[in-house]
């Protein structure tokens, strides 16, 4: 779901990403009212379990390839605000350095995945969950269900994005600008891959954790925060993401790219041209390390190390972006909310 630039118009990226705005302003204005100083490290250690989690790709039937995302359990732990920041940061970082998700489109996949997935993620647990006070099958099926409709609905937003571009924006002729598929493709194509696959993925992860978290530190899920021994949840997540980073290379295996995310040159392909709006806008930022790879070292041997290594640097970024963030004012004592 990480939409590249030329994909959508420049008109479509400007609306999305001024929406996005004062969503972004309210996210930082609730995070620095309602989280403790002590609980933004939490913040980074879920945005860079979302980074991670993000880097598995998981193969579909149809050739393509989905991913989890990891936004509902960091939205359920922390609040749907703090969810919405650390998403957006790790996005960025995957834009920036990795060319994963375009920079012009970097408030469309932000409202997708930072936006439209916690909240909807966060009010179904809530919902199903008791607000949190669920335990056994009510908490397996509240974890699942809010996993799996939350990325099922970014998917589908996602979607509706692609599919609507050839409807406003095509030559005379009828030839699309931007991507070329319209909606009674984009949405069957998406919605396959989503409810199939990443959805369930997505749904069993947040499930599973919360189970666990539900017998070693149900406060985590009641948001009382002050009862909950942050170190000791310091040292469990950190186990996770070393473990997650050592066996990152597995998203290698996936063969195909996801759907709505092809290059030029594969859309030449798929379609016989590439819309000229497309071609303008596509190829203008790659990244540092393009697609999770450094220039000279494309062969087999090295990729599993490089992409650890980018692995080890997105969570390093998010990390020192973290450390900034905490320097702002925040309470001390009050309860996340």
Avoid at 245 to 271: D, K, Q, Y
Wanted: aromatic content about 12%; charged content about 10%.
């Amino acid at each position: 779901m990480h939409i590249p630039d030329g994909y959508l118009s420049p008109q479509s990226c400007a609306v999305i990403g001024a929406a996005m705005l004062p969503i972004w302003a309210t996210a930082v204005s609730k995070v620095k009212q309602t989280l403790r100083t002590k609980y933004v490290p939490l913040m980074g250690t879920g945005a860079a379990f979302v980074f991670t989690i993000m880097m598995f790709n998981i193969p579909i039937p149809d050739g393509t390839t989905a991913h989890a995302v990891g936004g509902a359990l960091m939205a359920i732990i922390l609040g749907p605000w703090a969810a919405c920041i650390g998403i957006s940061v790790a996005l960025a970082i995957q834009a920036l350095l990795f060319g994963d998700g375009g920079l012009l489109a970097f408030g469309a996949n932000s409202f997708n995945l930072a936006f439209i997935l916690p909240f909807s993620s966060y009010y179904i647990y809530r919902f199903i969950g008791k607000n949190g006070e669920a335990t056994g099958n009510r908490l397996w099926l509240a974890g699942f269900l809010s996993g799996f409709v939350g990325i099922n609905l970014a998917a589908l937003a996602t979607a509706l994005m692609l599919g609507i571009q050839p409807l406003f924006f095509h030559t005379a002729s009828g030839v699309p600008l931007y991507n070329p598929y319209p909606l009674s493709l984009a949405v069957p194509a998406m919605a396959f891959g989503h409810l199939l696959v990443a959805g369930p993925i997505e749904g069993i992860i947040t499930a599973l954790v919360l189970s666990y978290l539900r017998s070693s530190n149900p406060e985590l899920l009641q948001n009382k925060s002050k009862q909950v021994e942050i170190n000791q949840i310091y040292r469990k997540i950190s186990v996770v993401l070393v473990a997650l980073i050592v066996i990152s290379p597995l998203g290698l295996l996936a063969n195909g790219t996801a759907w709505g995310e092809w290059g030029t040159e594969e859309i030449r392909e798929l379609t016989g041209y590439i819309p000229s709006g497309m071609a303008e806008f596509a190829n203008n930022w790659l990244g540092i390390m393009p697609d999770y790879r450094l220039h000279g070292f494309e062969n087999g041997f090295w990729q599993p190390a490089i992409y650890i290594i980018s692995a080890v640097l997105g969570v390093a970024v998010i990390g020192g972006v973290t450390f900034l963030f905490s320097k702002w004012e925040l309470p001390s004592d009050q309860e996340v909310s």
